[in-house]
């Protein structure tokens, strides 16, 4: 407890049997660097997460968390609502996922149902090549109703994808954001490895074209600019 502290920077490895409380009420800037071991924290079945990085400055508080997949995976000892309830609120939620070519919808939709007032939504996404891509049955795509389901992100007005691959499920994750965030007012896409021409970067194209309300813009890796409406 430090009624009158201004400032504090952590940066520390969590163990999974690491706990603590701070509270800090007239703190105008934040800064936490927190690293966690591969089975400490679960999302869902098969994803864990790997750092957690929090700024709090200006009454402004930005949450970034890295998580990767991974199908042979250790029980978590805790889950991720355990890790954020204690954590001051936040607009911005930025998402750095080593998906390794997994269904990333059920997940992050999880997250958005505890992260509901998020304001701002960052997902980066990296594949690698030689990936054989996500087995049958895989617990990712669990439960496989995320596609149908409808949440209320009220708040969420700006969303940012990097790494999109053209993947079906990434079109229906697209569909469901649109469906969910009712007062999104921008969207910007910026591609991964894959041709402006491929047939999931058109079903997006369409989607988007359907939303005329949103300010929408998609850029290849390169940087160059394939569509703004």
Not at 58 to 70: F, K, M, Q, T, V
Not at 103 to 123: D, E, Y
Not at 124 to 133: A, C, K, M, N, Y
Not at 150 to 159: F, G
Request: glycine share 4%; charged share 20%.
């Amino acid at each position: 407890m430090a009624p009158m502290l201004k400032k504090f920077n952590l940066s520390t490895y969590i163990h999974k049997d690491c706990s603590m409380s701070f509270s800090a009420p007239m703190a105008e800037y934040i800064s936490w660097d927190c690293s966690y071991g591969f089975e400490n924290v679960g999302i869902g079945e098969n994803w864990r997460l790997r750092n957690l990085d929090l700024w709090m400055k200006e009454n402004i508080c930005i949450l970034s968390l890295s998580i990767y997949a991974s199908e042979s995976m250790p029980d978590a000892d805790r889950n991720f609502s355990q890790e954020i309830a204690p954590l001051p609120a936040f607009s911005v939620l930025k998402l750095y996922l080593a998906a390794r070519e997994h269904t990333f919808g059920a997940m992050v939709l999880s997250l958005l149902r505890i992260c509901s007032t998020v304001q701002r939504l960052v997902i980066v996404t990296s594949q690698l090549r030689d990936e054989e891509g996500c087995p049958p049955n895989c617990p990712c795509d669990q439960p496989q109703n995320w596609r149908s389901e409808t949440i209320s992100l009220i708040a969420l007005e700006e969303v940012e994808i990097e790494g999109f691959g053209g993947a079906d499920h990434e079109i229906d994750f697209l569909m469901l954001l649109f469906r969910c965030a009712r007062m999104m007012k921008r969207l910007s896409v910026r591609m991964g490895e894959v041709s402006p021409s491929h047939n999931g970067c058109k079903k997006m194209y369409s989607i988007l074209k359907a939303n005329p309300d949103v300010k929408c813009s998609v850029h290849q890796r390169c940087g160059k600019q394939v569509m703004y409406a």
